[in-house]
């Protein structure tokens, strides 16, 4: 079963083989992956990556849900937002998120994953969803907190990047927390 999601802005789909220039175009971005753990990627890992993220789509039961955000006026990939099973006989999930530089603070990544909290909740059935974070990420930080996510954890000294370590925050929302309808989430 392929996936589309949309919300007013943005449609979130499942990849395929020709989109992996624009992804390049962000996660080759020094800036981008600042805080994350692979990148700046060259052409040539992109591909592989959207290789094996697809080919992990198609698996049954599918556990990994790593789709395009596109933005509808533009018609441009723009942005990743993943859902990926954790323990699915306990319905637990993590989410992640990475969007082009040009396309930051104008609410994109919030909108997308509350659409996609949304579909995990609903659709999945999902009993909790988590992400961490590096504490130095502060707009990551502050989406999940606009998606309504409890800072459950601050993790001392787990990330070793550029020669030292660095904090990382733990956010988690169960499903029951999520009842209320939102309002971007159509
Ligand atoms: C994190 C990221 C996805 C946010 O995308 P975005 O589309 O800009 O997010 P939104 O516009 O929905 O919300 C961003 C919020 O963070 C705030 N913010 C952005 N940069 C910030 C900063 N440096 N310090 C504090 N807050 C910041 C914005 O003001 C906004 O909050 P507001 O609506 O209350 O003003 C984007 O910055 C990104 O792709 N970063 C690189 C990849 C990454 O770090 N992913 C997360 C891994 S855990």
């Known amino acids: 079963m392929t996936i589309q999601l949309e919300t007013r802005r943005l ?31 060259t052409p040539e890992q992109t591909r592989e990556h959207l ?18 955000v596109v933005l509808r006026s533009e ?7 993943t859902l990926q099973m954790d323990h699915r006989e306990r319905r637990q999930a993590y989410f992640s ?7 930051w603070r104008q609410g994109y990544a919030t909108e997308a994953m509350r659409c996609l909290i949304d579909f995990g909740f609903t659709q999945l059935h999902l009993h909790r969803i988590a992400d961490d974070c590096d504490a130095r990420n502060h707009a990551s930080a502050r989406v999940m907190e606009k998606l309504g996510m409890r800072r459950e954890g601050h993790r001392r000294e787990t990330i070793w990047k550029d020669g030292r370590w660095h904090d990382e925050y733990l956010y988690a929302i169960l499903t029951h927390e999520w009842a209320t309808p939102k309002p971007d989430a159509q």
């Open 11 to 41: 449609i979130l789909r499942d990849y395929t083989l020709d989109d992996w220039p624009a992804v390049n175009a962000y996660t080759s971005d020094p800036q981008v992956v600042q805080y994350l753990s692979f990148g700046p990627t």
């Open 51 to 68: 290789q094996r993220s697809i080919a992990a789509a198609a698996k049954q039961p599918r556990s990994l849900y790593e789709l395009a």
């Open 97 to 103: 998120y990475l969007f082009h530089r040009d396309y």
């Open 75 to 81: 018609q441009r990939l723009i942005g990743t937002a």
